[in-house]
């Protein structure tokens, strides 16, 4: 199995401020046949569903304000939110979906 | 818009058996695979099956194959994920979620998620 780790398990920053979350994988999860990166973000706010951020490490899902932006290559994710608002107090996901069983990280928490 | 709606959650004692249906509307059903998820009250997600578009592809975790079924109804828009000698550790909210690709190919990433239905395995 994919083991998939982020960092920092919680995170406090202040309103306007950027917040970055990492995310590695245990092995590669670019496909060299189509340079995709298999990586997905998903925000979760309490007592709600997860919602899709960002798939294949970098695109944007529609409707997702343009602070929110996804990086890396290979086993080093990265997502960036540039100016944090209060909205965006949740838990974030990585998740791979190259191989079975599609793995998600332990998530990581994110305050002001 | 896109709505999915899960039910059939509930308390059942290990080794029970328990069916989970999640209704779909809002977008074409029959054209989308679809997934089952899961995440234990205070922790991380977890996936736990796929179905194809047209049910004729399954795909499961290993921590649930021979266990659980997964299936689809097109006629009532409806997906069920049948759950057999279920064990403490099954105890999670289950959601249905949407793969974001239509026809045959299945991406295993969620573009949209049910609220979620809890089961809780315990005597």
């Known amino acids: 199995d994919i083991v998939m780790t982020q960092s920092p398990d919680s995170l406090a920053v202040s309103l306007g401020e950027r917040a970055t979350i990492n995310c590695k994988s245990s092995q590669s999860i670019f496909y060299s046949s189509n340079k995709k990166n298999y990586l997905t973000w998903y925000q979760q706010k309490p007592g709600q569903p997860p919602k899709l951020l960002i798939y294949?490490?970098?695109t944007r899902e529609s409707g997702v304000p343009d602070r929110f932006s996804g990086s890396g290559s290979g086993t080093d994710f990265t997502l960036t939110i540039s100016s944090l608002q209060a909205e965006d107090v949740a838990v974030y996901y990585c998740?791979?979906?190259?191989?079975?069983?599609?793995?998600f990280g332990q998530g990581t928490k994110l305050e002001i | 818009q896109v709505q999915l709606v899960e039910s059939g959650g509930g308390v059942v004692q290990p080794g029970r058996s328990l069916r989970l249906s999640c209704a779909a509307s809002g977008f074409t059903f029959s054209s989308y695979a679809m997934h089952w998820v899961r995440q234990a009250p205070g922790k991380g997600l977890e996936w736990v099956a796929a179905?194809?578009?047209?049910?004729?592809?399954?795909y499961y975790a290993n921590y649930v194959t021979g266990r659980f079924t997964i299936s689809r109804d097109s006629s009532k828009n409806t997906l069920y994920l049948q759950m057999n000698s279920l064990r403490a550790e099954d105890t999670a909210v289950y959601y249905c979620?949407?793969?974001?690709?239509?026809?045959?190919?299945?991406?295993?990433?969620?573009?949209?998620w049910g609220q979620g239905t809890l089961v809780t395995v315990s005597s």
């Open positions: 294949w490490a970098s």
């Open positions: 979620a949407r793969d974001p690709s239509v026809g045959v190919t299945i991406r295993y990433y969620f573009d949209y």
């Open positions: 179905i194809s578009y047209d049910g004729g592809n399954k």
């Open positions: 998740q791979q979906y190259y191989s079975t069983p599609y793995t």
